[in-house]
């Protein structure tokens, strides 16, 4: 039933969306891609096709950040990846 209730409610944001659009009003599309975004990633995390992990008040020991380096340094992609992932924490922290 949840499922259910949430794929109508973005179905009915991605109307309101394609109707915004239609009308060329930016903001009103602006807020609707905000809100199909956020309904697209619940409706994710409940069907399981999202991994979603939080690391607030994760500590990463001077050993173990080390090692990620390390790990990390011929794989720059992956590297900036888990960099931007962990940004946000910084920002909380700091």
Known sequence: MLLEDIANIRDTTFRALDKAEA???????????????????????????????????AYIS????????????PHPDIAEAVVDALEPLELEDG
């Open 23 to 57: 009308a060329d009003d930016v903001p009103t599309m602006l807020r609707a891609i905000r809100e199909a975004r956020e309904n697209v990633r619940i409706l994710g995390e409940l069907r399981g096709e999202l991994n979603v992990q939080t690391l607030q008040g």
């Open 62 to 73: 001077p050993v173990a950040m080390n090692i990620l380096v390390q790990v990390l340094h």
